[in-house]
């Protein structure tokens, strides 16, 4: 037997994922990596950091600022609504029957995000929106003399971003109150712990990890969103996706590569959210199985 | 439960529910208000006779099943190979195919067009064909995540190994096996993805803004700078439009979950 010869195969297993490499390569890594290395070039395709320096000029400060805000102001208030909701639904404040279609509910309006939803907020928050008719005709509070909101601005655009971050921290964060334990409350309770004590020293620190990664999360989701911003308020808010869309449409830079920087900055901001959100995912991990 | 605890609770639902629901109230509301003093069809009537509207819509549909097409040609195979081959591998695939949720739409798009253009290797944007098989290419991107997550999610509960042996010792080849053992078998999976991909690409703006392709999403958002009432309406379309792929998501979950008790 020992004649026969052993015949040792090449490894080509990795053959069949193949149409899957190329695929990625051609469609999202090249793409990509394009834009990364040209915020690294000059205009010759030589190596410089003036690219990077030159975020520094004009409104680009600027519209990074206010794209920031608006970004870390609907996640705050998402993470913070969001979360009322899953634990009223979850602790039994309200009745559990409610819990299911609040969660299909949530997958879709998470999903609704584009256009449509910057109508859907022009009607109702605009200058002949139902609610500012209401409070107008009802009240004589006209939104935007009395209480200073104005839908093409900083708070208008968060107040419509909430639309779909509360779902989204919904979604998140309920598996996560799930996971808390009832032995952990009556373990507290019977060491005499107070329902402040029990929050603030067992609760809120095994959620913690949750709640800052859902926080980048939602950070990161805001930041990237062009559309809704685009459709609400056409460029009268000045800010990231909406500069870099009249970049890419017409170069108002007059500079190809400050583009570049400027997507590649954008990749910095969400990648960095969204590795927060990874890192502390797999933390929050540890306690909530 | 205290009953401050059960105020509380109640009073964030209730605002909550309507946060979700006045937009939408004011939205639809709005949408029937073209007719001076009653409310009415018109404004529905307007925007589905317009030729445009119908070419844009044609044109997003038929994008969106070639991207479910692709998706799913790229997508079962792969996760299919990396449960049977290649498990090690699995974390490192499912890390790529979560990319697209890293990287703003806006940039991918950007690559494209500096990466596709008319005096590089690869013209694609240099002819009508070309720039809509990028813009598939880009929907396959964008929905990648949730494709190949359900995917992946459907052949964890079938054992892929016994069953292609079985097909196997039975004279199968692997286009015989994906297609008709292995496929038929996640169609839920495939189907729930298939459904979020519709409702990604019907209303989807960037993307095609950017290409320049006549879609539904820059249709909607053109005519919402020129129309009072049209673009509400229509909002109120594409909404319908994304409650009914959900709504048809949670139809295929509970009738595969039919399908396995009986067994």
Aim: hydrophobic share 55%.
């Amino acid at each position: 037997m020992s004649s026969v010869p052993i015949i040792r195969r090449l490894p080509l297993t990795w053959v069949g994922l193949l149409p899957f490499l190329i695929f990625i390569t051609l469609f999202l890594i090249l793409p990509t990596m394009h834009i990364v290395i040209g915020a690294f070039q000059d205009r010759d395709g030589a190596f410089t950091f003036q690219n990077l320096a030159n975020l520094n000029t004009g409104t680009i400060p600027a519209s990074y600022w206010i794209s920031i805000k608006i970004s870390a102001a609907s996640a705050a208030l998402g993470c913070l609504i969001g979360f009322a909701m899953a634990a009223a639904v979850t602790f039994g404040a309200v009745p559990r029957w409610i819990k299911a279609p609040l969660m299909t509910f949530s997958g879709v309006a998470s999903n609704f995000a584009g256009v449509p939803l910057a109508f859907a907020f022009l009607a109702t928050f605009g200058p002949v929106g139902l609610v500012t008719l209401f409070l107008r005709n009802n009240f004589g509070i006209v939104l935007q003399r009395d209480l200073g909101f104005n839908i093409l601005s900083f708070w208008g655009l968060t107040v419509t971003y909430l639309f779909f971050q509360i779902p989204l921290m919904i979604l998140i964060i309920a598996p996560a109150l799930e996971g808390l334990r009832r032995e952990w409350r009556e373990a507290a309770e019977v060491l005499g712990a107070t329902t402040a004590q029990y929050w603030r020293m067992v609760a809120l620190p095994i959620l913690f990890p949750s709640l800052l990664g859902t926080f980048a999360l939602l950070f990161a989701n805001a930041f990237g969103a062009v559309a809704t911003a685009i459709a609400l308020t056409g460029s009268a808010l000045n800010i990231v996706p909406i500069q870099l869309f009249a970049q890419i449409r017409g170069d108002v830079l007059g500079d190809p590569n400050l583009g570049y920087a400027m997507a590649f900055g954008m990749i910095l901001v969400t990648a960095v959210a969204n590795i927060l959100y990874i890192w502390l995912r797999i933390r929050a991990e540890r306690w909530l199985k | 439960m205290s009953i401050w605890a059960r105020i509380a609770g109640w009073a964030a639902l209730i605002f909550g529910l309507l946060y979700f629901f006045v937009p939408l109230a004011g939205l639809t509301e709005f949408s029937l208000k073209a007719e001076r003093g009653v409310y009415g069809f018109k404004a529905y009537r307007d925007v589905l006779g317009d030729p445009q509207f119908q070419a844009t819509f044609g044109f997003s549909v038929i994008m969106a099943l070639v991207t479910i097409v692709i998706g799913v040609l790229i997508v079962v195979p792969t996760a299919f190979w990396v449960r049977l081959k290649m498990p090690w591998a699995r974390p490192y695939v499912e890390f790529i195919t979560l990319m697209p949720l890293v990287i703003p739409a806006i940039v991918i798009v950007f690559g494209y067009i500096r990466l596709y253009n008319t005096s590089s290797w690869l013209p694609l944007t240099g002819s009508i064909m070309g720039t809509n098989l990028l813009l598939a290419m880009g929907y396959t991107v964008l929905a990648l995540p949730y494709m190949y997550r359900a995917v992946d999610t459907g052949l964890r509960t079938i054992d892929v190994a016994t069953l292609t042996e079985a097909a196997q010792s039975l004279g199968a080849g692997w286009v015989t096996i994906l297609g008709r053992v292995i496929l038929p078998n996640v169609i839920p999976a495939v189907l729930s993805g298939a459904f979020l991909t519709f409702a990604i690409v019907i209303g989807e703006f960037t993307l095609a803004a950017l290409l320049d392709r006549p879609a539904f999403g820059p249709y909607l958002q053109r005519i919402g700078a020129n129309k009072a009432y049209a673009p509400f309406a229509l909002s109120v379309i594409a909404f319908g439009i994304t409650w009914a792929c959900m709504g048809l998501i949670q139809l295929v979950t509970r009738f595969s979950r039919h399908t396995k008790a009986a067994q």
